[in-house]
């Protein structure tokens, strides 16, 4: 008896400490469940100044206000035409910026001016690769256009990559003289005898985006590089070239906000893969040719929407798109809008037009 009677009373005291620590815990979650969340003034302070909202009483939104603490109310979300107008005014004259400087880039390092250069001059030049595939031309151009900015970037030519003597996505788009191809510049370096008079090989520098703990884009100054050829692989998307935004080295930094604008200034972002397009490519004539037959040689459309459906007939999908034309109608003022719709999936077009031809000319063609 002796020595159970100690081990109830501990027992007992351990029941006890521990119903203590499930009260506790259930009042604690029951005052953060009914506690109100006030928005933390460290991230109120971080907002750039320009992204505020200014008015802040007004409802149009249907937006909740909320106490910033100082008795001034504030709204806490905002319309996507109330997000965008800090972008109205310096979008369009960032873009005429950037414009320039990618014409002037290509004045002085494009391919009709560059071959044409004294041998001692033409090996000294440094070049940057972009070559993609066919596997979908939205992803796989951005390769080419990766490589451009960053052709621009490091102030050297562009050289767009071939294969089997085409270039990619040829069939629908003709593309500029400002590059070079590689077989071009192989050729040009033996011409000017770049190895033997003036010992520079033709190497390349490849570096791999898709692989972190490989890549230079963040902890290397790639202007420092002397390699003839800089290759950055796997860029997919537009993220890539502005990852140099965040390089640790303020050559890179200075480069890449030259040409995609500070970060901390959001409202003044070129549309820079936009800019590089207009002077890299443009329609082959086949296609030029298919979209005037769609058009029946009137004026050009007042809207284009693209929908990549992938055969996917989605009903939310569809609607988003109505509500989309019917907004842009709106915005117009316009009586009867023209509107152009390509998309991969012809049955959701169909549904499409039913459905806005009251207040739309809506114009399509089977993408087959």
């Avoid at 006030?38 to 992204?51: C, F, G, M, R, T």
């Amino acid at each position: 008896m002796r020595l159970g009677g100690p081990r109830r009373r501990r027992a007992s005291v351990a029941s006890v400490l521990l119903i203590g620590c499930a009260i506790c815990a259930g009042i604690g979650i029951f005052t953060l469940a009914v506690r109100s969340l006030d928005p933390s003034p460290e991230i109120a302070e971080a907002v750039h100044p320009d992204l505020l909202l200014k008015d802040a009483s007004s409802q149009s939104s249907g937006g909740e206000e909320v106490d910033s603490g100082g008795g001034e109310r504030r709204k806490s979300c905002a319309t996507v035409e109330e997000m965008g107008e800090v972008f109205r005014d310096g979008f369009f004259t960032e873009s005429l910026r950037v414009r320039e400087l990618i014409r002037a880039h290509f004045d002085l390092n494009g391919a009709a001016r560059v071959r044409g250069l004294p041998p001692e001059q033409f090996c000294k030049r440094g070049f940057v690769l972009g070559k993609a595939s066919e596997a979908g031309f939205g992803n796989e151009m951005y390769k080419v256009l990766t490589g451009a900015a960053l052709s621009v970037m490091l102030n050297r030519s562009l050289i767009i990559g071939q294969t089997r003597g085409k270039f990619p996505f040829g069939d629908y788009i003709s593309y500029s003289d400002v590059a070079f191809t590689l077989k071009e510049v192989k050729h040009l370096w033996r011409h000017n005898g770049c190895r033997k008079k003036y010992g520079r090989q033709l190497v390349m520098r490849i570096d791999d985006f898709v692989k972190p703990l490989k890549t230079d884009v963040l902890c290397s100054n790639w202007k420092e590089w002397k390699q003839p050829i800089v290759w950055l692989q796997n860029t997919t998307d537009a993220v890539a070239a502005q990852f140099f935004l965040k390089n640790k080295h303020s050559d890179m930094r200075n480069a890449a906000s030259t040409l995609f604008g500070h970060p901390e200034s959001l409202h003044l972002r070129p549309n820079v893969y936009g800019e590089l397009m207009r002077i890299l490519i443009s329609p082959s004539q086949e296609v030029d040719d298919a979209v005037n037959w769609v058009l029946r040689n009137s004026e050009d459309p007042d809207i284009s929407l693209h929908m990549r459906m992938m055969n996917n007939r989605s009903p939310r999908a569809a609607q988003a798109a109505i509500n989309c034309i019917r907004k842009a109608t709106s915005n117009l003022q316009l009586s009867k809008p023209r509107v152009v719709i390509v998309s991969d999936t012809p049955t959701f077009v169909k549904g499409i037009i039913s459905k806005t031809s009251e207040f739309a000319e809506v114009k399509w063609c089977h993408y087959e």
